[in-house]
């Protein structure tokens, strides 16, 4: 004794000092004074029972034996259910309960068994079940068990009750499987009747679409050709077209590379032209300068020569002329005439003594025009394909020289040598 357990399938019962009335623990835990208090312990399991009524009679006389299967177990939920177990059964061992259970379950399944026909109970089970639950459960209540569930297991007559039964209801089964067919067959013609004939409906409704679709179909691909077609031409025309611009494109790259190689070239045959002339220059232009304004730089120093021994002659001739007009007071209109007439003798003499200096110079500037000519070791020449070439050409432009003499001559001191050549051949 002391701390006491049981399981939930078990309920334990404490009685003694203490306690005015027992006390009922169902699944749990309690203390219990040694000597002085008394436990006991009742189950709770459920028990299966199967229920044999032989040949009992039914409702009309008709012998008949019937097995039920009952789950019951005692209520231990309730206190009340639980009392009344404990006051039934305390103390008797399983078997005793669940022989007390089984002598009243068989009594209220004979007493159901009488009250029904053997076509009821065999067609309607559910029903017969039923009433054995309800007539049973109302009793047992009472001593503190609960039906869970009961159902009836098999049915057996030994007079043959129920074969006959079944052979009646198989003979009726048969026949109305064969009106059934019969009519099954009928309405399975008719139908298949109706059938073909939606089917033929629908097959040719179906036709007639897939005609329509395919109609439909060529059309809208005739259409769709026709557009392809369209594109593809296009696209093909665009291609060449493009083929050309891209072509047309080259060539003018191609044009525009000879272009800029003939520019280039161009502009080196300028630079060439440019070089040669430059080259020419050095060699030949800028020499022929230099002698150039050699010859002008003598030719102005013996201008200047002539022109001061002319004006110190005049001079002299004038100082002259003044002394004798002071001594010769007489003679002065004449010796005036006389000075005058002078003085234009030796004017002429003056442009004679010029160009016979001019005549006897000019061979000597030829020479010196002609002298770096003479020193060059090589000469190019550029003729742009007009007029003289070679020794012809160098001889020419030294005549050219020496014919611009005169003019610069007349530039430089006022005498036309040309002139003035006129007047002494008079």
């Not at 291609?239 to 611009?245: E, F, P």
């Not at 003679?331 to 004679?352: H, L």
Request: aromatic share 4%; net charge neutral; proline share 2%.
């Amino acid at each position: 004794m002391g701390f006491e357990t049981c399981g939930p399938n078990e309920a334990m019962v404490v009685s003694g000092c203490f306690h005015s009335r027992p006390v009922m623990v169902p699944g749990g835990s309690i203390w219990v004074w040694p000597f002085v208090q008394q436990l006991q312990r009742i189950s709770l399991n459920t028990m299966t029972l199967q229920i044999h009524s032989t040949d009992v009679c039914t409702a009309q006389g008709v012998p008949i034996s019937c097995i039920g299967v009952a789950q019951v177990k005692i209520q231990g939920q309730s206190q009340e259910m639980l009392a009344a177990a404990c006051m039934q059964f305390l103390g008797k061992a399983e078997r005793e309960i669940r022989s007390i259970a089984l002598e009243t379950l068989e009594g209220h399944q004979r007493a159901i068994m009488g009250t029904m026909t053997v076509e009821e109970i065999y067609q309607d089970r559910k029903k017969f079940a039923k009433n054995v639950f309800e007539v049973a459960s109302s009793d047992l209540v009472q001593m503190g068990i609960t039906v869970v569930s009961y159902t009836l297991k098999d049915i057996k007559d030994k007079e043959g009750y129920l074969a006959a039964l079944g052979k009646t209801r198989t003979a009726q089964v048969k026949r109305d499987a064969k009106i059934g067919e019969a009519r099954a067959k009928r309405d399975a013609g008719i139908k298949e009747a109706i059938a073909n004939q939606e089917r033929l409906k629908v097959r040719f409704e179906k036709d007639t679409e897939i005609a329509e679709a395919k109609r439909d179909f060529e059309l809208k691909k005739a259409a769709y050709d026709i557009e392809v077609e369209t594109r593809r031409a296009e696209s093909e025309m665009a291609y060449q077209q493009q083929a050309a611009i891209s072509k047309q494109a080259i060539k003018e790259a191609e044009m525009q590379v000879i272009i800029e190689e003939r520019t280039k070239e161009i502009q080196v045959q300028d630079q060439e032209i440019l070089r040669r002339e430059k080259e020419l220059e050095a060699q030949i232009k800028k020499p022929a300068e230099a002698e150039k304004y050699r010859l002008e730089t003598i030719a102005a120093a013996e201008r200047n020569k002539v022109v001061l021994e002319a004006e110190a002659n005049a001079e002299a001739i004038q100082m002259r002329g003044e002394a004798q007009a002071f001594a010769i007071e007489a003679k002065a209109k004449a010796e005036a005439e006389q000075m005058v007439k002078k003085a234009d003798a030796w004017k002429d003499y003056q442009e004679a003594a010029m160009v016979d200096m001019v005549l006897q110079t000019l061979p000597k500037i030829a020479a010196e025009v002609a002298a770096p000519l003479s020193k060059a070791k090589k000469v190019t020449m550029i003729s742009s394909g007009n007029g003289e070439v070679g020794a012809a050409k160098l001889t020419g432009e030294v005549i050219d020289v020496i014919a611009k003499l005169p003019l610069m001559i007349e530039n430089m001191t006022g005498v036309n040598i040309q002139q003035a050549m006129k007047i002494k051949s008079r």
